[in-house]
């Protein structure tokens, strides 16, 4: 990672690429639940939250080299190679060559996915909020394939498996990942 880059600086570069306030929305929560999990594995949050930031940061001007022009992009600003290619592995097998190979890179390729099924699951909710989401209705939604259709179920499995987590157990902490950060994403209470 570049020594000047924090999360405030991340989000900046994030948005000076992406401008859908949903890609936006999409790159926080992903930040939260990386943050989440860091602190789980017991491994530096700041770092893990940064790569979850910036994960998809070509994706809205460059999806046709989505996890390529990142390479160029991020080398540019200062990041280092390790970084990097914890970026674009999130990608693998669909966009990229990289595998995910460090805790880190397995957690961001299954919850990357995850992440947009929970934020479905919320928006279906009276009240907009992962706040109340509970695990049951998560994975009630999983299994129907027709309910947010653009994740890819067997990327989120592929991933469990590959970061030693179960489907539950996955869901369960990218929920408690997403709370933390519910209200920057819009999805926090309505009081």
Known sequence: MAQDINKETALKLLKEYNETESLVNHGLAVSGVMRHFAELEGEDPDYWEV??????????????????????ILSDNGF?????????????????????????????????????????????RPSKSVNDLELKSVKKKFKTQSF???????????????????LDDLMTQTILGMRKIADEIGLGSND
């Not at 460059?62 to 996890?67: A, E, I, L, M, N």
């Not at 990097?84 to 990608?91: E, F, L, Y």
């Not at 397995?106 to 479905?120: F, M, Q, R, S």
């Not at 259709?149 to 030693?164: F, L, Q």
């Open 80 to 124: 280092e190679e390790t970084f990097i290619n914890s970026v674009v592995s999130h990608g693998y097998g669909i966009c990229s060559e990289v595998e995910p190979l460090h805790q880190m890179e397995k957690i961001l390729y299954a919850t990357d996915e995850l992440t947009g099924l929970i934020t479905a699951c919320a928006y279906m």
């Open 148 to 166: 947010a259709a653009g994740v890819n179920r067997e990327i989120v499995s592929k991933g469990a498996d590959m970061a030693g987590y179960s």
């Open 51 to 72: 790569v979850g930031l910036l994960h998809d940061l070509d994706y809205e001007k460059y999806p046709d080299q989505h996890c390529v022009k990142v390479v160029e």
